[in-house]
């Protein structure tokens, strides 16, 4: 019943910043823990950041740890992901998600995965 969509993806150089946006949307809002993941071509859907439902718990990966900052306004119905001193590693497509049990970190505790938006960052 929960439709999500991500926008706000680009190219931006090392070092830089980008804010991610995921909007949700749909008859019935369910109030759950929120995440981010990324996927590169080839590769596992990798798990990036996650927050509470209200807002007051969050989980980072080691790799963006400093460096990212996820967060939420549920009036707004909106999820964000706010990323500085962006690098080449951290191109990928990028997801939202919506958590529905079990360990908060892997990728089979969430649904109702959003399209994805692309970010690329170049040296």
């Known amino acids: 019943q929960v439709e999500l969509v991500e926008s706000g993806g680009g190219s931006v150089q090392a070092g830089g910043s980008l804010t991610l946006s995921c909007a949700a949307s749909?008859?019935?809002?369910?109030?759950?823990?929120m995440g981010w993941f990324r996927q590169t071509t080839g590769k596992v859907r990798e798990f990036v950041a996650t927050?509470?439902?209200?807002?007051?718990?969050?989980v980072y990966a080691d790799s963006v740890k400093g460096r990212f900052a996820i967060s939420r306004d549920n009036i707004r119905k909106m999820l964000y992901l706010q990323m500085n001193s962006l690098k080449p590693e951290d191109t990928a497509v990028y997801y939202c998600?919506?958590?529905?049990?079990?360990?908060?970190?892997?990728?089979?505790?969430?649904?109702?995965w959003g399209q994805g938006t692309q970010v690329t960052v170049s040296s």
């Open positions: 998600a919506q958590y529905i049990g079990g360990t908060t970190v892997a990728a089979s505790s969430y649904n109702y």
């Open positions: 927050i509470s439902w209200g807002g007051g718990v969050t």
């Open positions: 749909g008859r019935t809002f369910t109030p759950n823990r």
